[in-house]
């Protein structure tokens, strides 16, 4: 049984810092990609980053510059470092894990809220 928990979310200020993490638990194929989502009131939910487990990087063209994608292969962690956060930026936040070998075996945490508000 795979699992992920997201912390770190939270109030921030717009031009300030926050930093997501996402802890995954059991069995996962080694070739993998970790990402964020998010979804935000009204919207459909939408990719923020995703990172393979060798290293490979895609954005959303809204945080690249400001957001930062990472991760601990040894700890099964994903980490999504948010500077200068805008008030667009406010939404749910859901990690993900897939497979890049077995079509199917993708994975979701439970969401971690994130607000950018003075």
């Known amino acids: 049984q795979v699992q992920l928990v997201e912390s770190g979310g939270g109030l921030v200020q717009p031009g300030g810092s926050l930093r997501l993490s996402c802890a995954v638990s059991?069995?996962?194929?080694?070739?993998?990609?970790m990402g964020w989502y998010r979804q935000a009131a009204g919207k459909q939910r939408e990719l923020v980053a995703v990172i393979t487990n060798d290293g490979r990087t895609t954005y959303a063209d809204s945080v690249k510059g400001r957001f930062t994608i990472s991760r601990d292969n040894v700890k099964n962690t994903v980490y999504l470092q948010m500077n200068s956060p805008k008030p667009e930026d406010t939404a749910v936040y859901y990690c993900?894990?897939?497979?890049?070998?077995?079509?199917?075996?993708?994975?979701w945490g439970k969401g971690t809220l994130v607000t950018v508000s003075s």
């Open positions: 993900n894990v897939r497979s890049l070998v077995v079509h199917g075996m993708n994975y």
């Open positions: 059991g069995s996962i194929f080694s070739a993998n990609a």
